[in-house]
């Protein structure tokens, strides 16, 4: 036994027998230690929802920079082209009467307020020469809807011809002419007449009085007799108008009421 020993003894004299409490190279510790996981976990954590921050940011700063560079081509449109564009969105909506898809609408209105921000006219009611004439109703936010407004039947008996407005400035009046056609009758058309003064409040607002109206034919009048002040409500004038972009042949307007016009100059033989 003592040879064993001596014999193993020398042998093992230069290996030194590994301590298990011995700690291990600092990388390889650091990698293992719970402490250090849940840091690394952490960090990768922290650095994916950082990188998903920035690229959510990056793709806000596209987008901004598209909408921006879309408004400045806006802004840079001429009143030509904006006209171009307005009179391409107007295209089958029937003026606006029966209604108009919200989306169609802003795009309407959107233009209507890049012509309104380059106004030629500023003070119109001061050059009222500009005004005088007679237009043409090519859209309107006024729609023929709702079950009480329907009752005219406006939308299945009535066909609804040009709104014709007159104005003279030497008078202070505008005579609104509706045309309309019945169906059902025997090719039987008409008018709604309306007959309104006005008076100028600002630079660019006229107040609006109604004077009177009338159906012609009588045949006409005696259709709408029971719904007379109805029709009236929806085409009454009364109140104040804004104009807010006059030229040689298009007018805008806004009325107390909210609403928009949209006018053509024409020619009355």
């Known amino acids: 036994m003592a040879a064993i020993v001596a014999t193993v003894g020398p042998a093992m004299a230069g290996v030194t027998a590994p301590n298990p409490y011995t700690l291990l190279p600092g990388p390889l510790w650091n990698s293992l230690h719970p402490a250090a996981v849940q840091a690394r976990r952490d960090k990768t954590i922290r650095f994916g929802l950082l990188s998903s921050i920035k690229a ?39 003026r606006g009467i029966f209604g108009v898809p919200s989306a169609k609408k802003s795009e309407i209105q959107n233009l209507v307020e890049l012509l309104e921000s380059q106004n030629p006219t500023p003070e119109p009611t001061l050059c009222l020469e500009k005004v005088a004439g007679a237009w043409k109703l090519i859209y309107s936010t006024i729609s023929i809807l709702g079950s009480k407004r329907t ?98 042949a298009l007018r805008i307007g806004r009325d107390d009421k909210g609403n928009i016009f949209i006018l053509e100059r024409i020619e009355i033989c």
């Open 151 to 248: 009752k005219l039947g406006l939308r299945d008996f009535i066909n609804l011809g040009d709104f014709i407005q007159t104005i003279n400035v030497d008078q202070g009046k505008a005579v609104n002419v509706i045309e309309f056609s019945a169906r059902g009758l025997t090719v039987l058309s008409g008018q709604l007449t309306i007959d309104a003064s006005f008076k100028i409040v600002s630079n660019s607002r006229v107040d609006i009085s109604y004077q009177k109206s009338v159906i012609t034919p009588d045949q006409l009048m005696n259709v709408f007799r029971k719904n007379y002040d109805l029709l009236l409500q929806i085409f009454n004038p009364d109140g104040w108008l804004e104009i807010t972009y006059v030229d040689d």
């Open 56 to 94: 959510v940011e990056n793709r806000s700063d596209e987008v901004m920079a598209q909408e921006t560079q879309e408004e400045e081509v806006e802004e840079n449109l001429n009143i030509s082209q904006i006209k171009q564009h307005l009179f391409a969105a107007l295209q089958g909506i029937n």
